[in-house]
C-alpha cells in the first residue's frame, strides 16, 4: 500500500548555499557552492600542514582526478594530489613545458620548441626547431624570463574552442604536428589552456596559475637544452644532471629511423593507417630492428674471437621484450657460428629463509640478494672452462634449491643469462670483465603527441604488460594497474641506475605499436570500475590512446610472427623456442 504524504507539511527548499568536502582523515570543511579544489585544499593543508609533504597539484573528488581549478558544485569527498606522487608529477611537467614554450615564444617570436625526451634525473630535452643556434646567453635569458613568469604568479586559463577554430588555430602558428592530429578528433570541441597571450593543447589536466612552479633548471646539452623539473621522490630539489652517452646515441638512431621513415609524430602514423599504407611502415620498422640484433650479434662474435666473451648479460625493465629479443639474438648468434646456452637465474634463488626482507617485513624477491651469487659465479667460471656441471633447479612451491641437469659448454658456444641484475657489477665480482657482454633492452623512445605532448615510454609498457597479462595470465587491467606501481620501485632501485653499464642498448619501441596496442588495450582499460585509484591511471591511458588511429585485424596481420610485439598480442613463433636446448644436457 502506498505511503500518504502529509503535503501540508511539505515547504519549497531553498537551494543550498555551501557544501562539505570530506576528506580520509575525517576532516569536514564547508565552502559555498563552486568553491574550488585549490580553496579546500588550501584550507586543509593550513589546518594539518604536517600532512602536506609537498606541493599541491591536483585533488580527487569522488574518486576522480580534478584540477585545482576545479569548481565543487556538491558534497564530495577529496584526496589531496601532490607533487611527490605520479599524476601530480606529470601535471607540473605539463604546466611546466607551457611556461617554458610561452618564455619562448615572448622572447623569439614563431620559434617553435620540440620536447624530444627525458632524462632519468627528471627532464625533458628540448630542440629549437626553427632556429639554427641557440647561445648560453639566450638560455639565460629563457631563464630569467620563465622566472619572471613565475613570480608573477600569471594565471593559465582554460576554455572549450571549436575543433574548426583549434585548426586555424594551429595552422596560422605553422604548427603542422597538431593540425595532423586533431583529424583524428571525434568530438568537435578541444579544450585548451592559455598564458599570456600563448593559446595552446595539452592533453591532462593544468595547474591554475605559475607561482606552482617553483621548481626547474635549464642545462645546455647537444645543441639543445634540458628543461629538468624535480621528480617525486625529491619533489623540493633538482638532482645533478649525468651525461648519458649511450642513451644519447640510443635516441639519435630512434630519430634518424623515424625521419627515414617520414613518421615523426602521432598524427603522420595515423595518416598513413588511414591511408592502409601502413604494411610497408611495419617491415621496414621490423627490418631496422633485426638488423640492430644482428650488429650486436656480429659484434659478440668479435669479441669472442678477440677478446674471449663467453657470457652475455641482458637487462631491462618489465614489458622490455627482453624474452623475444634474447630468442631472436640466440638466432643472430648460431647465424655467426655461435651456439647459445641460455641459463635461467630463476634457479639460482636462495633457499625462501635465506630470502631477503623489505622494510615491512616482507620477502624481497627483486633484491640481488635473493641470488646464491657464490654459485651462480662458480658455476659460469665452470661452464667457461669447459667443466661437466650440475645445475640448480628451484622449486618455487617448495621454496629451496634442489639438484638439475648436468651441463658442459664447447669453446664455441656463449652463455646467455637474462634478468634484472644483469648490469649490476655485484652480479657476476668473480667474472673477468673482458669476458662479458651487457645489453640494456627497453622501449627507450616513443613517438610524441606532438611537439609539446610527450607520451612517456612508460606508459608503452604499461599498455604492453596490460594486453600480455589480459592474454596469458589471466589478469584484468585492474589488477595489471594495482602491481605497476611496486614494479616500478623495482625498475627504479635494480634496473635504472645500471644502465649505462651496457655495452649496447636496444630500444625496442616499434613506431606503429600503439596502433597495434590500442584495440587490444582500450576494452580492458574500459573494464575498469569507476571511482577507484585504477580507474584514474585507465582514463589517462585512455586519454591519449584515443588520439591514436587503431590497426584493423588486416593490417594487424602484417606484423611478423617474430616481431618483438608479438610477445604482447599474441601469435609470436618464437613462444616455445628455447635457444640452444639441445645442447644443455650432456
Not at 18 to 45: R, S, W
Not at 65 to 76: F, G, I, W
Not at 364 to 390: C, K, P, R, Y
Not at 444 to 462: A, E, K, M, S
Request: net charge negative; hydrophobic share 40%.
Amino acid at each position: 500500500m502506498a505511503t500518504q504524504l502529509n503535503t501540508t507539511h511539505i515547504t519549497r527548499a531553498e537551494p543550498r548555499q555551501t557544501i562539505q568536502v570530506t576528506f580520509k582523515d575525517g576532516l569536514v570543511l564547508e565552502g559555498p557552492v563552486k568553491t574550488t579544489v585549490e580553496g579546500f585544499l588550501k584550507e586543509a593543508q593550513r589546518l594539518y600542514p604536517e600532512q602536506f609533504d609537498s606541493a599541491i597539484m591536483g585533488g580527487i573528488v569522488d574518486g576522480r582526478l580534478r584540477e585545482l581549478a576545479y569548481p565543487v558544485v556538491r558534497d564530495c569527498t577529496l584526496e589531496p594530489v601532490l607533487l611527490n606522487s605520479s599524476d601530480g608529477g606529470r601535471i607540473y611537467r605539463r604546466s611546466l613545458v607551457m611556461l617554458m614554450t610561452t618564455a619562448v615564444d615572448e622572447l623569439w617570436p614563431g620559434t617553435q620548441v620540440s620536447v624530444r625526451y627525458a632524462i632519468p634525473e627528471g627532464g625533458f630535452y628540448c630542440i629549437l626547431l626553427n632556429r639554427s643556434s641557440f647561445t648560453e646567453d639566450e638560455l639565460e635569458r629563457l631563464d630569467e624570463r620563465m622566472r619572471e613568469i613565475v613570480a608573477a604568479d600569471d594565471l593559465i586559463t582554460k576554455r572549450s574552442v571549436s575543433l574548426d577554430e583549434a585548426v586555424a588555430l594551429f595552422a596560422a602558428r605553422q604548427e603542422e604536428d597538431k593540425v595532423r592530429l586533431l583529424e583524428q578528433r571525434t568530438r568537435n570541441s578541444l579544450t585548451i589552456y592559455g598564458l599570456h597571450s600563448r593559446q595552446d593543447y595539452y592533453y591532462g589536466y593544468m595547474l591554475p596559475s605559475t607561482g606552482y612552479l617553483q621548481y626547474f633548471r635549464l642545462i645546455s646539452a647537444n645543441g639543445g637544452f634540458i628543461l629538468q623539473y624535480p621528480r617525486k621522490e625529491s619533489p623540493t630539489e633538482l638532482v645533478p644532471v649525468t651525461a648519458y652517452t649511450k642513451l644519447s646515441t640510443v635516441f639519435n638512431q630512434a630519430d634518424a629511423w623515424l625521419q627515414r621513415m617520414g613518421v615523426e609524430d602521432i598524427g603522420r602514423l595515423n595518416r598513413i593507417v588511414r591511408k592502409n599504407r601502413v604494411d610497408e611502415l611495419i617491415l621496414v620498422a621490423e627490418a631496422l630492428h633485426e638488423q640492430h640484433v644482428a650488429h650486436i650479434a656480429r659484434e659478440i662474435r668479435q669479441k669472442h674471437d678477440e677478446g674471449g666473451v663467453r657470457l652475455v648479460l641482458i637487462a631491462g625493465p618489465s614489458s622490455s621484450g627482453k624474452t623475444t629479443f634474447s630468442k631472436r639474438l640466440a638466432i643472430q648468434l648460431l647465424a655467426h657460428g655461435l651456439r647459445p646456452f641460455t641459463l635461467e637465474m630463476d634457479n639460482y634463488f636462495v633457499d625462501r629463509e635465506l630470502t631477503p626482507r623489505d622494510e615491512h617485513g616482507d620477502y624481497d624477491f627483486e633484491a640481488l640478494g635473493t641470488i646464491n651469487l657464490s654459485l651462480f659465479n662458480q658455476q659460469l667460471l665452470q661452464l667457461m672452462a669447459g667443466q661437466d656441471v650440475q645445475l640448480p633447479r628451484f622449486d618455487f612451491l617448495a621454496g629451496r634449491s634442489e639438484p638439475g641437469r648436468t651441463a658442459h659448454l664447447t669453446e664455441n658456444q656463449i652463455i646467455i643469462v637474462e634478468g634484472i641484475h644483469g648490469l649490476n657489477p655485484g652480479l657476476v665480482p668473480d667474472i673477468p670483465p673482458d669476458t662479458i657482454y651487457r645489453i640494456y633492452v627497453s622501449a627507450l623512445t616513443q613517438l610524441n603527441t606532438d611537439t609539446h605532448n610527450r607520451i612517456p615510454t612508460t606508459d608503452v609498457r604499461l599498455l604492453r604488460r596490460i594486453v600480455r597479462d589480459a592474454a596469458t595470465r589471466g589478469y584484468s587491467a585492474t589488477d595489471t594497474l594495482n602491481r605497476w606501481s611496486s614494479v616500478r620501485r623495482g625498475e627504479k632501485r635494480n634496473i635504472f641506475p645500471y644502465q649505462e653499464n651496457a655495452d649496447i642498448m636496444f630500444n625496442s619501441a616499434l613506431v606503429y605499436e600503439l596502433a597495434a596496442l590500442r584495440p587490444l588495450a582500450e576494452p580492458l582499460l574500459l573494464q575498469v570500475e569507476p571511482a577507484t585509484p585504477p580507474h584514474i591511471e585507465a582514463n589517462r591511458l585512455l586519454s591519449f590512446l584515443r588520439w591514436v588511429h587503431p590497426l584493423s585485424e588486416k593490417q594487424t596481420a602484417m606484423i611478423p610472427d617474430t616481431s618483438l610485439l608479438r610477445e604482447f598480442i599474441g601469435g609470436s613463433t618464437l613462444q616455445d623456442y628455447h635457444p640452444g636446448e639441445i645442447n644443455h644436457d650432456q
